[in-house]
């Protein structure tokens, strides 16, 4: 006869059986005929005799009745509910899906948010596409000594009068091409910077996961995360602009590799989820628009 574990009280080793014709049987731990710890809901067969069960073996397909008993249970339901009668929260686990997606993607490697920092470093190595500012704020440096020497060498041999106005046009020249490398450099270290923000794309995602199992208003923290995964995807973006080189990219190999990274390097899914992830959390927030299944929860 088949059946399903009731109870079971470890201390007592005695437990429960409804069959499934809805009789009752007691059993007790030494009629257990199996390693697998007796388990409430756990599908077994046994012997009954006399109103008790006896050599009990559970049975292969107890796991999925198991695996119902869960999708019916009250956290199930619940969890269901969030998600096809309100937009945060369904909104919310996929921008928390997205943080783990490709934020920039390449036939050789690609990056989640979380992985961002090695391409950062890798790119930092790279003098031909983007330039430090500190080394370009030392050339500047270089020129200005250049051009203050220029402008004192006024007098040559015997006293005759030296024309460096051509020479100080290159010098101008080169400082005006430094200075816009130097607003480039400072630019991709802003952006850098700011990419610090990516880490609280998942954080806030937890959090309003959190507020919204919890029944706590979720509509400006909805804003607030909306907001910063938009921010977050558009530094990812600029970010990648920098780093295939860029608009200044330094010399002719510097223009070449930056072409090629163009190319090849690209804004991966996990960017575009985040940022639709975002306006929708905004406007969800803003209560311009409902969770197109809560008509049929």
């Known amino acids: 006869m088949k059946g399903k574990i009731l109870g079971f009280t470890d201390s007592a080793g005695t437990g429960a059986i409804a069959a499934e014709n809805g009789e009752r049987f007691s059993f007790v731990a030494a009629q257990w005929r199996s390693d697998k710890p007796i388990a409430v809901g756990m599908t077994v067969d046994f012997a009954p005799v006399a109103g008790v069960a006896t050599e009990i073996y559970p049975v292969a397909g107890g796991a999925a009745i198991a695996a119902s008993d869960l999708a019916a249970s009250p956290a199930a339901q619940k969890a269901r509910t969030l998600m096809m009668t309100t937009l945060v929260a369904p909104l919310a686990l996929l921008l928390l899906i997205a943080s783990f997606l490709p934020a920039i993607s390449s036939p050789v490697a690609s990056a989640s948010i979380w992985g961002l920092g090695s391409v950062m470093q890798m ?17 500047l440096k270089q020129l200005d000594e250049r051009e203050a020497r220029l402008r004192a060498a006024t007098t040559g041999f015997a006293g005759m009068p030296i024309d460096n106005s051509a020479e100080l046009k290159m ?5 005006a091409s430094a200075e816009a490398r130097l607003s480039s450099a400072r630019f991709a270290s802003t952006v850098s910077s700011l990419l ?21 208003p979720v509509n400006k923290v909805a804003i607030g995360t909306g907001a910063v995964a938009i921010v977050t995807a558009a530094l990812i973006y600029e970010y990648r602009q920098i780093l295939v080189g860029g608009s200044n990219p330094a010399g002719s190999l510097g223009s070449m590799i930056s072409e090629r990274m163009s190319a090849i390097v690209s804004i991966g899914f996990g960017t575009w989820l985040i940022a639709l992830c975002g306006i929708g959390l905004v406007v969800a927030g803003l209560g311009m628009v409902k969770n197109p299944l809560a008509a049929k929860a």
Do not use: F, G, T
């Open 123 to 139: 790119a930092s190595l790279n003098p031909l596409v983007n330039d430090d500012v500190a080394s370009v704020q030392a050339a």
């Open 171 to 175: 010098v101008a020249e080169e400082r």
């Open 196 to 216: 610090i923000v990516r880490w609280l794309v998942p954080v806030l995602a937890i959090a309003l996961l959190a507020m919204a199992w919890l029944d706590k």
